[in-house]
């Protein structure tokens, strides 16, 4: 279905950031370590604040709950040719 977009100028790094606090518990449960490389510079963006935390939770979870117990997983936020990248 359709659904409309609410654009907004947004700072990418504290979404970031805010959405790996929330995941803190299932992190820990499952004994993993994070290490976050997410600039402390804002990155704006415009974009649905709501529909990106949502890719970035889903994301991040994933990689939660496929990586090995006690495992090590990265995030990253970097600018590269005018683009927004998560790893």
Avoid: N, W, Y
């Avoid at 805010?18 to 518990?25: G, S």
């Amino acid at each position: 279905g359709k659904f409309a977009l609410e654009l907004a100028r947004i700072d990418v790094c504290e979404l970031a950031r805010d959405v790996l606090h929330a995941l803190e518990p299932v992190t820990a449960m499952q004994g993993h370590r994070v290490v976050a490389d997410i600039s402390r510079t804002p990155i704006e963006a415009l974009a649905d604040e709501r529909r990106i935390e949502q890719v970035l939770f889903a994301v991040l979870h994933s990689a939660i709950q496929l990586t090995a117990s006690a495992g090590l997983l990265r995030v990253s936020t970097e600018v590269d040719a005018g683009m927004i990248r998560f790893e």
